[in-house]
T-cell receptor
């Protein structure tokens, strides 16, 4: 069974640009969550989707948005990139609520 | 507001000895906790969980203890092995509304051979 797949693995963008990250959850998993990991900040919760509906959102500005498609695949978008957005973005999927989530390898975003 | 705190950024332990990783939380509504392990360039991997109705959960070399009155949990690894060297994250969640996991900042464990 394939794990959580995130693409691309690495990205370099310029300040002011926008970026879209993709996540394919484990087959059958309907819950997808996104996290930002930066040194010293741990994993900061961005948002969670279940059956195409955003059910929960973390404390991030509106520049961060996401969506989930009918096949449970999810995308995350960051507009007007800032240097501070440089981070590892992790996607996690789970079969049901509260179940332990399985993480992808992440997308390393560098904003220059 | 950091609701989950891992106050030790790093820990070194000799191979074969016990590793104890600590985690404190402030949200009294948290009722389910997870521990994850993360190697460089990989996503976190689920290790073990504990519900607030228990005070201990064991899985092989890994045991998690929960002290609800102190809002404290700890992960014990016995015996520690060099392959356990990684960053460990604890996370808590609540049943209020839709769930989300709040993670700590992680503790880097180094097991010395």
């Amino acid at each position: 069974k394939a794990g959580v797949t995130q693409t691309p693995r690495y990205l370099i963008k310029t300040r002011g640009q926008q970026v879209t990250l993709s996540c394919s959850p484990i087959s059958g998993h309907r819950s997808v969550s996104w996290y930002q990991q930066t040194p010293g900040q741990g994993l900061q919760f961005l948002f969670e989707y279940f059956s195409e509906t955003q059910r929960n959102k973390g404390n991030f500005p509106g520049r961060f948005s996401g969506r989930q498609f009918s096949n449970s695949r999810s995308e995350m978008n960051v507009s007007t990139l800032e240097l501070g957005d440089s981070a590892l973005y992790l996607c996690a999927s789970s079969l049901v609520e509260r179940a332990a989530a399985f993480f992808g390898q992440g997308t390393r975003l560098t904003v220059v | 507001d950091q609701q989950v705190k891992q106050n030790s950024p790093s820990l070194s332990v000799q191979e074969g000895r016990i590793s104890i990783l600590n985690c404190d939380y402030t949200n009294s509504m948290f009722d389910y906790f997870l521990w994850y392990k993360k190697y460089p360039a990989e996503g976190p991997t689920f290790l073990i969980s504990i519900s607030s109705i228990k005070d201990k959960n064991e899985d092989g070399r890994f045991t998690v203890f929960l002290n609800k009155s102190a809002k404290h949990l700890s992960l014990h690894i016995v015996p520690s092995q060099p392959g356990d060297s990684a960053v460990y994250f604890c996370a808590g969640s609540t049943t209020s509304g839709t769930y989300k996991y709040i993670f700590g900042t992680g503790t880097r464990l180094k097991v010395l051979a």
